[in-house]
């Protein structure tokens, strides 16, 4: 059995609502166990003997089935959301600035958006493996900043999910705590 964590992308935000007590619900259905559902910005732990691949599918078809959209996750291992949390070369509890994790499954489009950021005068920006960037955006700038911008552009919005290093800390913990019981 693996432990997994899966982000959705793009829930309870652009009339997209999704209550986790009915995600959590629906994915009863599915090959998953121990599923728990952690804040209400669409992040889930969960095991499965499915390999991630497996699980992105199964987890995407019942999303689409039950709430009927669209839908687009990361799914990441346990263990490579630690490294990721572990790699990140900024605070996670900073007052100054807030530090996030920018996820992908389309590495193609995330090396773009970390090229096109790199660009940028002024940005922060870490690559931390091919499914993951790190940044930092002053303390109530965060949409105002130069990079947060340019990823809600349609052509990176679509591909990619971000979260706060302090939720991935979070997920970490929930799942770590589900890989060793």
Do not use: Q
């Amino acid at each position: 059995m693996n432990s997994y964590a899966v982000f959705l992308r793009g829930v309870n935000v652009g009339g997209i609502n999704i209550k986790m007590a009915e995600l959590k619900e629906a994915l009863k259905s599915r090959p998953f166990s121990a599923v728990k559902t952690l804040l209400a910005s669409g992040n889930v732990v969960l095991a499965s003997e499915l390999p991630a691949a497996g699980v992105k599918a199964e987890f995407e078809a019942c999303l689409r089935e039950t709430f009927g959209y669209d839908a687009w996750v990361v799914v990441l291992e346990a263990s490579r959301v630690a490294e990721l949390v572990d790699a990140c070369p900024y605070p996670a509890d900073d007052t100054a600035t807030h530090s996030y994790v920018t996820l992908s499954s389309d590495t193609g489009i995330l090396s773009e958006l970390f090229d096109a950021g790199s660009a940028l005068e002024g940005v922060a920006l870490s690559r931390l493996g091919p499914e993951a960037v790190a940044w930092m955006a002053p303390a109530g700038g965060t949409l105002d900043s130069p990079f947060s911008k340019l990823s809600a552009k349609a052509k990176y919005k679509a591909s990619t999910t971000t979260r706060n290093l302090r939720t991935l800390v979070k997920v970490r913990d929930a799942a770590e705590f589900l890989a060793t019981g």
